[in-house]
C-alpha cells in the first residue's frame, strides 16, 4: 500500500507539473489552481490486472476537459498538440524528454525534473522495470533504477532562480494581460507579471526603454526561460551596467562537469570529522545494544 500510494503521488505530481509547464511556461503552481485543471488531472485507478503487477489506469483527454483553455502565448504550438494528449501521456512525454534531452524541444525545468527524480523511491531494487503505456496512442516508456542518474545530472545542470535586473524595449501582447516580450541587445526575453503587478503598470512603457527587476528562470544548459517580473523602474547607466547577462555553459559541457563531479567523488572524506557530537566509539556502541 505504501508503494501504491508513493506511484499515485509521483504520477499526479509529474502530471500537474508538466500540464503547468505547457499551459503557462513553468510547472510550478503559481496562485490558486482552477476546478477545472483539477478535474483536467484527475487520474483513476480502473483495475488491477493478473500476473506481474498491472495498474489499470483512466483519465480523459484534454479535448475533453480543457476545450478552449488559452495557454502560454510564448508558446502557441502546445495548444496544437495538448488535446490529444491525458495527464499519463504527459508523465510518460516528460520522462522521455528527459532521458533523451533536445533544448529545442523541451517542455521541462528545474521544478519538473525534481518531481521526475523523485519517482526514483518508487523502486526498491535495480532489477526492477516499470513499463508505461498510453494504450499504443504513443510508444511505451521503460524505466530502470539506474536512468534517474541521468535525469539527476539533467537536472542539476539547470541553474538555481536569480534576482537580475535587465535594460530593454517593452513589447506589448495582446492576447495575455500578464505576459511581456522584453527586446533586449541579447534577444527577446519572456516576461511574467508578478501578482503584485497589473498590466497598466508596464502599459504605459510600451515602446520605450525600461528597467526591470524580477527572478530569471532558466532552461537546462543556462538558456532564459522567462523572467518573473517584480519591479519596474526608469533606465540609468548604472542599472545597463549591472543588467550584463552573465555567460552559461551548455547542457552539454555542465553534464560533462556533473559526471566528472560524481566520478572523482570522495565520499569518505565527505564523512570523516563531520560526527556532531563528542560520543567516542565505546559510548555509540553501548547505546546500540
Excluded at 483536467?40 to 500476473?51: C, T, V
Aim: aromatic share 6%; hydrophobic share 35%; net charge negative.
Amino acid at each position: 500500500l505504501q508503494r501504491l500510494a508513493q506511484l499515485a503521488q509521483a504520477i499526479t505530481e509529474i502530471a500537474k507539473g508538466a500540464l503547468q509547464i505547457r499551459l503557462q511556461g513553468f510547472s510550478t503552481e503559481r496562485g490558486r489552481k482552477t476546478e477545472r485543471i483539477s478535474n483536467a488531472l484527475k487520474i483513476k485507478l480502473a483495475d488491477l490486472k493478473p500476473g506481474s503487477t498491472i495498474l489499470e489506469l483512466e483519465c480523459d483527454s484534454f479535448s475533453e476537459t480543457l476545450q478552449g483553455q488559452q495557454g502560454d502565448f510564448f508558446r502557441p504550438d502546445v495548444l496544437t498538440h495538448l488535446p490529444s494528449q491525458t495527464p499519463m501521456s504527459l508523465v510518460i512525454d516528460s520522462f522521455r524528454q528527459a532521458l533523451n534531452y533536445k533544448e529545442e524541444a523541451s517542455e521541462l525545468d528545474k521544478a519538473l525534473l525534481k518531481k521526475l527524480k523523485h519517482f526514483e523511491k518508487v523502486f526498491v531494487s535495480e532489477e526492477e522495470i516499470v513499463t508505461m503505456a498510453n494504450r499504443g496512442s504513443i510508444p511505451d516508456l521503460m524505466l530502470k533504477k539506474k536512468d534517474f542518474e541521468k535525469i539527476q545530472i539533467l537536472e542539476e545542470s539547470i541553474p538555481e532562480p536569480q534576482e537580475i535586473l535587465i535594460n530593454g524595449i517593452v513589447d506589448e501582447l495582446k492576447y495575455s494581460k500578464s505576459r511581456v516580450s522584453i527586446a533586449t541587445k541579447e534577444g527577446v526575453v519572456n516576461g511574467i507579471l508578478s501578482e503584485e503587478l497589473e498590466p497598466e503598470d508596464i502599459s504605459k512603457y510600451w515602446g520605450k526603454e525600461l528597467t526591470i527587476a524580477g527572478t530569471a528562470h532558466y532552461l537546462p544548459g543556462g538558456k532564459m526561460s522567462f523572467l518573473y517580473i517584480e519591479k519596474l523602474f526608469e533606465p540609468s547607466e548604472r542599472d545597463k551596467y549591472f543588467s550584463k547577462p552573465s555567460k552559461k555553459e551548455t547542457v552539454e559541457q555542465q553534464i560533462q562537469r556533473q559526471q566528472k563531479n560524481l566520478k572523482n567523488r570522495n565520499l569518505l572524506s565527505e564523512i570523516v570529522g563531520q560526527w556532531p557530537g563528542d560520543e567516542n566509539i565505546s559510548e555509540i556502541l553501548n547505546g546500540l545494544d
